[in-house]
């Protein structure tokens, strides 16, 4: 887990109401990822970054969205449009030069709705 | 669709016994494979990872992985299995000539159980 951070570690959240959950790298990565981890589904892609203010949809992006305005933050909003948010979240960074380089993963944050 | 395939959603294994924990890809190309570890409520940690060469990778904690180009298969061995080891493993595949950033794949994960 060392170089990302995340937080908070559990959030809970009513519904119809908007939460960000926070992202932070010290390993001067360009590229970060957030991901999305239900029981029995592995890991889903939610967004990713390869560079600063620029970002893509991953997989599962509706009702959630980001922004890239440094290149060691990447923050995650689940909106209230997410209609299933309750899971663990996950961010990862990766060198942008490196296809083959592994990511790394930050703690994580689970996230319930109330 | 590319896919990544653990076709077991719990393996058991009595600690001292080798393990093996299966992974089959369906993905054009010679993608890049790795395998990452979980621990409880924690985020995922780096195994090993096959990029070319030999098809027997060795990674951290003492663990393997066999890559089988005819089979697709990427299984990730231990000789000697321990208490420690019990935690969810994912597979995962990149392909390759994409940008760096381009989305690796995860299988859903296989837990391992290490009885004593």
């Known amino acids: 887990d060392g170089g990302i951070t995340q937080s908070p570690k559990y959030l809970f959240r009513k519904e119809g109401q908007n939460v960000t959950l926070s992202c932070e790298q010290n390993?001067?990565?360009?590229?970060m990822y957030w991901y999305r981890q239900d029981p029995g589904q592995g890991l889903r892609l939610i967004y990713y970054s390869q560079i600063v203010n620029d970002f893509q949809k991953g997989d599962i992006a509706e009702g959630y969205s980001v922004s890239r305005e440094k290149k060691e933050s990447f923050p995650l909003t689940v909106t209230s449009a997410q209609k299933n948010p309750t899971a663990f979240y996950l961010c990862?960074?990766?060198?942008?030069?490196?296809?083959?380089?592994?990511?790394?993963f930050g703690p994580g944050t689970r996230l319930t709705v109330l | 669709a590319q896919s990544v395939a653990q076709p077991e959603d719990q393996v058991n294994v009595a600690e001292g016994n080798p393990l093996t924990v299966k992974c089959t890809y369906s993905?054009?190309?010679?993608?890049?494979l790795f395998w990452y570890v979980q621990y409880p409520n924690r985020g995922l940690q780096f195994l090993l990872k096959y990029i070319t060469g030999d098809n027997l990778v060795k990674g951290s904690y003492g663990f393997e992985a066999e890559f089988n180009k005819s089979q697709t298969s990427f299984h990730l061995k231990k000789p000697s299995a321990l208490v420690s080891d019990s935690a969810l493993y994912f597979c995962a595949v990149r392909p390759r000539g994409y940008s760096s950033a381009s989305k690796i794949i995860f299988g859903s994960g296989t837990r391992l159980s290490i009885r004593p």
């Open positions: 390993l001067n990565h360009d590229a």
């Open positions: 993905v054009s190309g010679n993608p890049y």
């Open positions: 990862a960074s990766s060198p942008r030069t490196s296809e083959s380089g592994k990511e790394y």
